[in-house]
């Protein structure tokens, strides 16, 4: 079941999982759209791609995920890869710069199709790599806290902050509670026969039914429970209350925001800019 | 011999700040024909253990073989076809009621001998002979497994793993959450498959069923066999510190041996083998 523990909290106590989760969301976001940015010319597209792969790359390091299990667990992608690939050969190309790869009977495929793809790729492990420090980093709870706080501007508008944070809340704090029921009923039902991992196409469907229906059973039984417990103890979503956890915002967040700020700046600048670095040493590139 | 534990280790979350050792180099034989109690408190690695005699888990060290099938660490050594194992060894969870799915109590049942090979109309008939067994009669056949009773769902589930007649038969406290005539029937069932030549491993926290059915118990404690015997001799030792209660008929017979009632301790097994003492007693005063 190693598949599911890829993006579960995993407790370590380093720098970034001591961070405030407000400033872990707000990081994760500029970091996302900093990557998503447009950059004009590709040497300046790929180096920028590099330096943000490199940041990625080492705060995952800083949570101890290894970056080889994130590639492993993404075997699936390939198949994206492959698609990718397909579409943009297919595509005609707006404004080639790289060259043309091959010219088969009037069928021009130009190199920057292979570079758009690569693009995209990098972007999107990128992005995954992003998520993952977030939740391995942060506890679902804070992480909920983080929302509500986020939220909590809108109750001007009579947005109901409190009870999406708490839905959410609930929904998080039940994932590894499905998980683990999820691994008990496979093992019943391996017990029984079933093979979840061979097999063809409709073998594996009734399979799936056979772990599937019980979940939901046993999920609907939970959330009616819960219910029935929180009416019990004369839960009222409106009634003000006091946190046991309050978060405190340190220097470090400051620091580490404003480390986000900067890189998030420096994106933008190229992006709008068209910044070319090689052209300060007079090379001239794509 | 049936199964045997050569010294086997098993870790959870290996290399992970979570990590738990749940075995610790447990060794031990359960012979063929045998009705093993595996007992000791909770979170001592009895689910743990059960799990590895029919290859849910695999040992992180060590080795189980079963009947000739080899489940190791080694992943060369470990025999394939684990569905031919699974066949032989039925393997009933704790709550086995949450692994029901299918829309009639019969199709459920014919479920895991379909898995196993059986033709439809086989897998039916079986069914009906394992409903019957465990008492449930023809007006069941068609219902939703959904709208039983606790108990009848259970014995839906139970039913579900005897219909393919295996031959080493693993409960996990089958009892718990019975009423007691629930519990008695419950246990007269497994005593009654125990008699047709099935090896019977019964994990329990009921030590007046080890007294009463078990000829050899296991108990466990933290990960490793503190002690294999037979129920009388083990309720003879102090066995608190496993957080075990000794049966109330074991002490009873032992207080009135204690005051000269010429009884004999090894040959009860409950109430009705106390009676026939007793009337034997009466028998020779007359």
């Not at chain 1, 043309?100 to 495929?109: D, K, P, Q, R, Y």
């Not at chain 2, 045998?34 to 689910?47: E, I």
């Not at chain 2, 108990?219 to 608190?240: C, H, M, N």
Request: some cysteine; aromatic content about 12%.
């Amino acid at each position: 079941m190693n598949q599911f523990s890829l993006g579960r909290y995993v407790p370590y106590d380093t720098f970034l999982h001591r961070l405030d989760p407000r400033d872990k969301i707000l990081g994760v976001i500029l970091l996302m759209v900093a990557i998503f940015l447009p950059i004009s010319g590709w040497a300046m597209t790929f180096t920028m791609g590099g330096i943000a792969f490199l940041l990625t790359v080492v705060l995952l390091y800083c949570t101890r995920t290894s970056l080889l299990a994130i590639l492993g667990s993404l075997k699936s992608m390939w198949l994206m890869v492959f698609f990718l690939l397909a579409i943009y050969i297919l595509m005609p190309h707006s404004n080639p710069t790289l060259g043309v790869a091959w010219n088969l009977n009037g069928w021009i495929v130009y190199w920057d199709s292979f570079a758009e793809a690569g693009k995209i790729i990098l972007r999107l492990i990128m992005m995954i790599e992003l998520t993952m420090i977030l939740t391995a980093s942060t506890k679902p709870l804070d992480m909920t806290y983080a929302f509500e706080w986020y939220l909590t501007p809108l109750k001007i508008i009579r947005f109901p902050a409190h009870e999406v944070a708490m839905t959410i809340s609930i929904a998080l704090r039940f994932i590894p509670t499905l998980l683990d029921d999820t691994n008990r009923v496979m093992k019943a039902q391996e017990s029984r026969g079933v093979d979840f991992k061979h097999g063809g196409l409709w073998k594996r469907l009734t399979a799936l039914t056979s772990l599937i229906i019980p979940l939901f059973v046993s999920a609907f039984m939970r959330s009616e429970e819960l219910a029935n417990a929180m009416e019990c103890r004369g839960y009222d979503p409106k009634a003000k209350r006091t946190r046991f956890r309050v978060l405190k915002w340190k220097w470090f967040d400051w620091a580490s925001l404003l480390f986000v700020l900067a890189f998030f700046g420096f994106f933008l600048y190229v992006s709008i800019s068209g910044w070319n670095v090689y052209a300060l040493f007079g090379l001239v590139t794509l | 011999m049936a199964i045997i534990f050569k010294d086997v280790f098993y870790v959870y979350n290996k290399k992970t700040p979570l990590e738990t050792e749940a075995l610790n180099g447990v060794s031990l034989s359960i012979e063929k024909g045998s009705f093993t109690a595996l007992v000791g408190r909770t979170g001592c690695g009895k689910s743990t253990l059960v799990q590895h005699i029919n290859a849910l888990l695999s040992p992180s060290k060590g080795e189980v073989e079963v009947d000739g099938w080899i489940n190791s660490s080694d992943k060369k050594r470990r025999s394939k076809h684990v569905r031919e194992l699974r066949k032989h060894v039925g393997l009933v969870f704790q709550f086995p009621e949450y692994q029901l799915f299918e829309e009639t109590v019969e199709k459920d049942v014919a479920f895991a001998p379909k898995n196993f090979g059986q033709k439809d109309e086989e897998a039916l008939k079986a069914a009906h002979a394992a409903l019957g067994e465990v008492g449930l009669d023809e007006s069941f056949y068609k219902r939703s497994p959904f709208e039983l009773s606790g108990g009848e769902k259970r014995k839906v589930a139970i039913a579900g793993i005897l219909a393919f007649h295996p031959d080493v038969l693993i409960v996990d406290e089958p009892t718990a959450g019975l009423d007691p005539l629930g519990a008695k029937s419950m246990m007269a069932l497994f005593e009654q498959i125990h008699r047709s030549g099935v090896t019977v491993v019964l994990v329990t926290h009921d030590m007046n069923i080890v007294l009463s059915y078990a000829d050899q118990v296991v108990v466990l404690d933290d990960g490793k066999v503190a002690r294999i015997t037979d129920p009388v001799s083990l309720f003879g030792d102090d066995i608190e510190a496993f957080s075990l209660e000794t049966p109330l008929i074991y002490r009873l017979v032992k207080d009135l041996k204690a005051r000269g009632a010429p009884l004999d301790l090894n040959a009860i097994k409950g109430l009705p083998s106390l009676a026939d003492q007793l009337a034997a007693l009466k028998g020779e005063k007359a």
